[in-house]
């Protein structure tokens, strides 16, 4: 978009008194890189932008900033939002994860009114505060806990620490019983996953090679283990690339050693951006001699995407030929998986993950987005475990040596909570969580599909004030994400979106394929040359709701975060038409070159190679930024980023930025905000997220024909 068409673009509901005031959006450097796949040229104006050291790029950012932020701070009713937002967030007690080991009970949580999350251990019946980063903050710089691993008997603790959501850990011990934190640190633990020997004396666990911020970042790593109390520049590695002829991989694979409680068996696991695993088996005594004769298990082609190991019994979770999952034993110490004894069959429901009790194996599954809890007992029999309500279970934790288990369960409107499940399948809430004094009676949820061009029915959610017109004036705010299998539009309590929901919006997420709402089938029909369907179900999703008077195209914001940049980007470029607004939260807008960024070539198996032709072609189906076309009327669009993102590098909802604010036709504004001591929002703050989400409410609402009027 011309410089002088923002003039005309501050209509969205700044006062024309502010307008003078606002700084230009920076006018972007052309310096055109050409690069030719297989016979096709491919032009990118904006290459400059990946070398963070360039020197227009910091005075870029923060001139696109200003310009948002000039925007953003004088729309109507931003304060407001923030305030009720502010409210929500501030009531919730937010857990995260909860697991029991032995007498003591961990978890993660964000107290009612506290800046982010800190680890509690409760033994007793009383709690103390573990790690608190908010204590290590400055006025310029936060601290947020990435991971922690108790030990088996509960005395030590690994856990991971990292600056301004970098996610780049540093690994620190603690001694649980007094606190002490011990002098051994370890860098370059992002993805370091211990796993902790079953007498607590030391653990194995998984460390970065590849230099911060540059394509090798999360190439070749290797498995390495530490004896507590000992020099950990010493600790012996256990694997890496070429280390053992019997074990060949590639550099995207990480290598994972883990052990179990009851079991002298270690399991060697190799992982990518796939579900599925290959799986090795060895002595546990030959694996921390470094001697292991690591014997073949499972491979990438069996789709085994969860185990356990109790005794010499292996149970796998396996999608190969049965794509919702069934669960299979064999031999740990003599592995058969051809032979393996199927313990729970394929059925309706897409299994997910295991955790074992004294009781049995608690198996986690899902129907559609909607979480289901299934028992697999020491008798054989699969039982299923009901539910308070339809919702989520963010996770299920159980101790070997200890009936029962431990869920994070929540809904829409029901605040997220730490149950517990007994012996003989009842769940209670445990109260670790207490409930805010939000008052959800206002609101009602749907459930609804819509039907795809081809047929298929695409499920998805919408919440709202009861009594509700809809005589299509509605703003309407559908997130979609769909990638990696993932189901990330599950029901989650409401939260901060109930600041929208009160100034008259829809919410709605669409669970499009691409996700796993429905097994490794609607995986990969959003996966790769499927990938269309993705952004296509979002647009059928939207269609749906404007043909039931839901809301209509100049009240219709869609948004997307992280690979939901790929959603947002090709759903507003096909169906411009269709929306009012677009909202891209640390977007990935440029797959073409993934080489250039550390979380790169990693994701080849979910997104194609570059050097392939059908993975160059998939690539370029899915690159909203390379499909960006000269004079096209474009809905207003918000693109979010943070400077320290190790998921998806700044140059992507940049680049994007640059090229809709030269493209675009429509005078409606293309804005870029700009976090400096943010990432992906993994590690972000409360006060981050709140800031961010009235930034987000406001845009829509100002945007959105008629909100004002609501």
Same mark, same amino acid.
């Not at 079953?198 to 230099?211: C, E, H, I, R, V």
């Not at 198996?605 to 059908?614: N, Q, S």
């Not at 009327?633 to 930025?657: E, N, S």
């Given at each position: 978009?011309?410089?002088?068409?923002?003039?005309?673009?501050?209509?969205?509901?700044?006062?024309?008194?502010?307008?003078?005031?606002?700084?230009?959006?920076?006018?972007?450097?052309?310096?055109?890189?050409? +690069? *030719?796949? /297989?016979?096709? !040229? @491919?032009?990118?104006?904006?290459?400059?932008?990946? &070398?963070?050291?360039?020197?227009?790029?910091?005075?870029?950012?923060?001139?696109?900033?200003?310009?948002?932020?000039?925007?953003?701070?004088?729309?109507?009713?931003?304060?407001? #939002?923030?305030?009720?937002?502010?409210?929500?967030?501030?009531? @919730?007690?937010?857990?995260?994860?909860?697991?029991?080991?032995?007498?003591?009970? %961990?978890?993660?949580?964000?107290?009612?009114?506290?800046?982010? /999350?800190?680890?509690?251990?409760?033994?007793?019946?009383?709690?103390?505060?573990?790690?608190?980063?908010?204590?290590?903050?400055?006025?310029?710089?936060?601290?947020?806990?990435?991971?922690?691993?108790?030990?088996?008997?509960?005395?030590?603790?690994?856990?991971?620490?990292?600056?301004?959501?970098?996610?780049?850990?540093?690994?620190?011990?603690?001694?649980?019983?007094?606190?002490?934190?011990?002098?051994?640190?370890?860098?370059?633990?992002?993805?370091?996953?211990?796993?902790?020997? $079953?007498?607590?004396?030391?653990?194995?666990? &998984?460390?970065?090679?590849?230099?911060?911020?540059?394509?090798?970042?999360?190439?070749?790593?290797?498995?390495?283990?530490?004896?507590?109390? *000992?020099?950990?520049?010493?600790?012996?590695?256990?694997?890496?690339?070429?280390?053992?002829?019997?074990?060949?991989?590639?550099?995207?694979?990480?290598?994972?050693?883990?052990? %179990?409680?009851?079991?002298? !068996?270690?399991?060697?696991?190799?992982?990518?951006?796939?579900?599925?695993?290959?799986? =090795?088996?060895?002595?546990?005594?030959?694996?921390?001699?470094?001697?292991?004769?690591?014997?073949?298990?499972?491979? /990438?082609?069996?789709?085994?995407?969860?185990? +356990?190991?109790?005794?010499?019994?292996? =149970?796998?979770?396996?999608?190969?030929?049965?794509?919702?999952?069934?669960?299979?034993?064999?031999?740990?110490?003599?592995?058969?998986?051809?032979?393996?004894?199927?313990?729970?069959?394929?059925?309706?429901?897409? #299994?997910?993950?295991?955790?074992?009790?004294?009781?049995?194996?608690?198996?986690?599954?899902?129907?559609?987005?909607?979480?289901?809890?299934?028992?697999?007992?020491?008798?054989?029999?699969?039982?299923?475990?009901?539910?308070?309500?339809?919702?989520?279970?963010?996770?299920?934790?159980?101790?070997?040596?200890?009936?029962?288990?431990?869920?994070?369960?929540?809904?829409?409107?029901?605040? *997220?909570?730490?149950?517990?499940?007994?012996?003989?399948?009842?769940?209670?809430?445990?109260?670790?969580?207490?409930?805010?004094?939000?008052?959800?009676?206002?609101?009602?949820?749907?459930?609804?599909?819509? *039907?795809?061009?081809?047929?298929?029915?695409?499920?998805?959610?919408?919440?709202?004030?009861?009594?509700?017109?809809?005589?299509?004036? &509605?703003?309407?705010? @559908?997130?979609?994400?769909?990638?990696?299998? $993932?189901?990330? =539009?599950?029901?989650?309590? $409401?939260?901060?979106? #109930?600041?929208?929901?009160?100034?008259?919006?829809?919410?709605?997420?669409?669970?499009?394929?691409?996700?796993?709402?429905?097994?490794?089938?609607?995986?990969?029909?959003?996966?790769?040359? &499927?990938?269309?369907?993705?952004?296509?179900?979002?647009?059928?999703?939207?269609?749906?709701?404007?043909?039931?008077?839901?809301?209509?195209?100049? =009240?219709?914001?869609?948004?997307?975060?992280?690979?939901?940049?790929?959603?947002?980007?090709?759903? #507003?470029?096909?169906?411009?038409?269709?929306?009012?607004?677009?909202?891209?939260?640390?977007?990935?807008?440029?797959?073409?070159?993934?080489?250039?960024?550390?979380?790169?070539?990693?994701?080849?198996?979910?997104?194609?190679?570059?050097?392939?032709?059908?993975?160059?072609?998939?690539?370029?189906?899915?690159?909203?930024?390379?499909?960006?076309?000269?004079?096209?009327?474009?809905?207003?669009?918000?693109?979010?980023?943070?400077?320290?993102?190790?998921?998806?590098?700044? /140059?992507?909802?940049?680049?994007?930025?640059?090229?809709?604010?030269?493209?675009?036709?429509?005078?409606?504004?293309?804005?870029?905000?700009?976090?400096?001591?943010?990432?992906?929002?993994?590690?972000?703050?409360?006060?981050?997220?709140?800031?961010?989400?009235?930034?987000?409410?406001?845009?829509?609402?100002?945007?959105?024909?008629?909100?004002?009027?609501?």
């Amino acid at each position: 978009m011309k410089p002088a068409l923002y003039a005309t673009a501050l209509v969205l509901a700044v006062s024309s008194s502010f307008a003078a005031d606002i700084p230009p959006a920076p006018v972007a450097r052309i310096a055109p890189v050409t +690069d *030719t796949y /297989f016979g096709e !040229t @491919i032009t990118d104006r904006y290459r400059w932008m990946e &070398n963070d050291k360039d020197p227009d790029w910091l005075p870029f950012l923060k001139q696109q900033n200003a310009h948002t932020r000039a925007i953003l701070d004088t729309l109507p009713r931003r304060d407001e #939002l923030l305030k009720r937002i502010q409210q929500l967030s501030g009531d @919730i007690a937010a857990p995260a994860r909860v697991q029991k080991t032995g007498a003591r009970l %961990f978890y993660q949580q964000r107290p009612a009114g506290s800046n982010n /999350f800190k680890l509690f251990v409760r033994e007793g019946g009383k709690d103390r505060v573990l790690v608190d980063p908010t204590k290590l903050d400055t006025k310029t710089s936060h601290v947020s806990l990435d991971w922690w691993h108790p030990s088996p008997d509960g005395s030590k603790l690994a856990y991971g620490l990292s600056k301004d959501g970098s996610e780049d850990s540093v690994l620190y011990i603690m001694d649980v019983r007094n606190g002490t934190v011990l002098k051994e640190r370890i860098a370059n633990t992002e993805s370091a996953e211990p796993s902790w020997l $079953a007498d607590s004396s030391g653990f194995f666990y &998984n460390q970065l090679t590849g230099k911060v911020n540059t394509p090798e970042r999360y190439l070749d790593a290797q498995a390495r283990f530490h004896k507590v109390g *000992t020099d950990a520049a010493k600790d012996p590695v256990l694997m890496k690339r070429g280390l053992d002829a019997g074990v060949q991989y590639e550099k995207i694979q990480s290598p994972y050693i883990e052990v %179990f409680p009851h079991s002298d !068996t270690a399991l060697l696991l190799l992982s990518d951006v796939r579900q599925e695993k290959r799986i =090795y088996a060895a002595p546990l005594k030959d694996a921390l001699a470094g001697k292991a004769k690591w014997q073949l298990v499972a491979d /990438f082609a069996d789709e085994v995407i969860a185990v +356990d190991l109790h005794g010499d019994d292996l =149970y796998l979770l396996s999608t190969r030929g049965h794509p919702r999952g069934r669960l299979l034993k064999t031999s740990a110490n003599a592995p058969a998986l051809a032979s393996a004894q199927e313990v729970a069959p394929e059925s309706d429901l897409v #299994l997910q993950g295991l955790a074992r009790a004294k009781e049995g194996l608690y198996i986690r599954a899902m129907d559609g987005g909607i979480s289901k809890l299934q028992r697999l007992g020491t008798d054989g029999k699969v039982a299923s475990i009901a539910l308070p309500f339809d919702g989520t279970l963010g996770a299920v934790d159980a101790d070997a040596d200890a009936p029962g288990a431990l869920v994070i369960l929540s809904g829409w409107l029901q605040p *997220t909570g730490i149950w517990s499940v007994s012996a003989d399948g009842k769940l209670a809430d445990t109260g670790i969580t207490p409930k805010p004094a939000i008052d959800t009676s206002a609101y009602t949820t749907e459930r609804r599909f819509a *039907t795809a061009k081809d047929g298929t029915r695409i499920p998805y959610s919408l919440i709202y004030k009861k009594g509700l017109k809809m005589d299509g004036k &509605n703003p309407a705010f @559908i997130s979609a994400y769909g990638s990696y299998g $993932a189901a990330a =539009y599950s029901p989650a309590f $409401a939260g901060r979106t #109930l600041a929208l929901v009160d100034q008259g919006a829809i919410v709605g997420y669409a669970n499009v394929r691409g996700g796993g709402e429905f097994g490794r089938e609607w995986h990969r029909a959003g996966q790769l040359e &499927n990938k269309p369907n993705t952004w296509r179900d979002l647009i059928a999703v939207c269609e749906e709701i404007q043909a039931k008077g839901y809301t209509s195209p100049a =009240y219709q914001t869609i948004g997307g975060r992280s690979a939901g940049g790929i959603t947002m980007g090709r759903a #507003l470029e096909e169906r411009p038409d269709l929306f009012a607004a677009v909202i891209s939260g640390v977007g990935w807008h440029n797959p073409l070159r993934y080489v250039a960024e550390q979380n790169g070539y990693g994701e080849e198996p979910e997104w194609g190679a570059i050097a392939d032709p059908a993975g160059f072609k998939a690539l370029k189906s899915i690159d909203s930024y390379q499909q960006v076309v000269d004079g096209t009327k474009y809905p207003a669009v918000l693109l979010t980023t943070g400077v320290t993102d190790p998921r998806v590098a700044p /140059f992507h909802p940049a680049k994007m930025a640059a090229r809709l604010q030269a493209a675009t036709a429509s005078g409606k504004p293309v804005l870029l905000r700009v976090d400096f001591d943010a990432g992906h929002g993994m590690g972000s703050t409360r006060a981050q997220q709140d800031a961010e989400a009235a930034d987000t409410y406001a845009f829509i609402l100002s945007q959105t024909a008629g909100a004002a009027a609501k």
